[in-house]
């Protein structure tokens, strides 16, 4: 085979392969601010969390509810719980992020959820990740 005749075999290659590299970087890059997205919910409620034990004895439930829209204003739903008898506050916020890659395979909509327990042990605030459903 002579040279000329391998170009167009390398150029019908590259042409197919374009567009399954473009997939996999909006892939990457979609994954990437889902994941973005899911740590910064979980930076929020351990911010609420820590704010709340806190604050325990001033009934911060108000204050708790501002911090995580401040925070992030896009948030679908809260769920703060104090326990008086254990000290313990548990948080749940869930937030819906639409996803580029998403849209072109049928799932636009992420849906992240984050779900944290804290409480005071000798006088410091121990945060624990519950198991989300």
Excluded: C, W
């Amino acid at each position: 085979m002579n040279k000329i005749g391998n170009r167009g075999q390398s150029l019908a290659i590259f042409v197919i392969f374009i567009p399954v590299f473009i997939m996999i970087g909006t892939l990457v890059v979609d994954v990437a601010f889902a994941k973005y997205n899911a740590r910064k919910l979980d930076n929020i409620t351990m911010e609420v969390i820590r704010y709340g034990l806190k604050h325990f004895d001033e009934e911060p439930y108000n204050n708790m509810v501002d911090l995580i829209y401040q925070n992030d204003s896009d948030i679908d739903s809260y769920k703060i719980d104090f326990n008086e008898e254990k000290n313990t506050i548990n948080v749940n916020i869930s937030k819906a992020t639409k996803g580029f890659f998403g849209s072109i395979v049928g799932k636009d909509i992420y849906s992240l959820k984050s779900s944290y327990m804290g409480y005071l042990e000798d006088d410091k605030i121990i945060i624990e990740k519950k198991a989300t459903k």
